[in-house]
DNA sequence: ATTGTTGGTCTCAAAAAGAGACTAGCGCTA
DNA sequence: TAGCGCTAGTCTCTTTTTGAGACCAACAAT
């Protein structure tokens, strides 16, 4: 499925097929895929606090389920933002920690999540207003 | 239908209150779940450079079904990022384009997608890594 | 008369996510 | 000493989401 896969990427950008951009082969996109999950975010914001284990983040975020814990934590761990380390104690602990590309990463993405805070309300309304011209 | 109809109850009553953090019932989260899907940040980018059509964002997202465009659309268009326009041409056609609300979540979010560019190296070289460490 | 274009919707299959049971070794306790 | 819970997961099953592609109606050009 990857049709622009030998096209140039969009680093200088002039020069691809639509006015100059191309989508499909898009370093931006095997970045943001990753992040860009339901948890990514959310687990990041506490790893960027402080690291926790397992357990404490399964109990942190008490609608994820541990099968997709686990799944995005490695994620995270295999793109390189964060860490995993095992303490051989008498039951096993394993604790995350945010790695420092996790830390440069989380810095713009802190901006999006303080302009999520900041403008929630304006996106409730627009939803509403929204919804409502639909039911006509 | 199945798309605007899922709106959680979020528990309002139950508080996960860890170090003062209420994970959730959290507006960051309402307002993230919906930029952070797969063809949200795209549809984004491509509309703050101009406005598109539907079949200009067909093509220019070449990988995207038709269905998950519409969808996409629409729930950028619910949460009041984008504005569409129908232009009643004999084959009637519709354009799409950025809305002030959506601007100032560009703003911020653009500097992950420059982040994303400028670290995808990294990201892949840690791959890499973790790919040969789990090959022991 | 056929083909192509417009912006979708519809159905069905495939992929992803959620729910919950199960694991193993150790400590506590009844 | 039998039972229970704790640890961090995995395994399986079900539900939800996504993808692929057919279909729509009106009109324009071939």
Redesign the pocket.
């Known amino acids: 499925?990857v049709l622009n896969a030998n096209r140039k990427p969009m680093l200088d950008g002039q020069e691809c097929e639509t006015s100059g951009w191309d989508m499909g082969n898009c370093p931006v996109r095997d970045v943001l895929d990753r992040i860009a999950?339901?948890?990514s975010t959310l687990l990041l914001e506490a790893l960027a606090r402080q690291p926790y284990?397992?357990?404490?983040l399964?109990r942190l975020v008490p609608?994820?389920?541990?099968?997709?814990?686990?799944?995005t934590?490695?994620d995270l761990q295999r793109d390189g933002y964060i860490e995993?380390e095992?303490f051989p104690?008498?039951?096993?602990?394993?604790?995350?920690r945010m790695t420092e590309l996790g830390r440069s990463l989380f810095e713009p993405l802190s901006k999006v999540l303080q302009w999520a805070e900041a403008n929630h309300p304006s996106v409730k309304a627009a939803r509403v207003k929204y919804d409502e011209s639909e039911l006509a």
Chains 1, 2 share one sequence.
């Open positions: 499925m999950g339901k948890w284990r397992f357990g404490e399964r609608d994820i389920s541990q099968r997709m814990l686990t799944q934590l490695r995993r095992v104690t008498k039951p096993p602990s394993v604790e995350y």
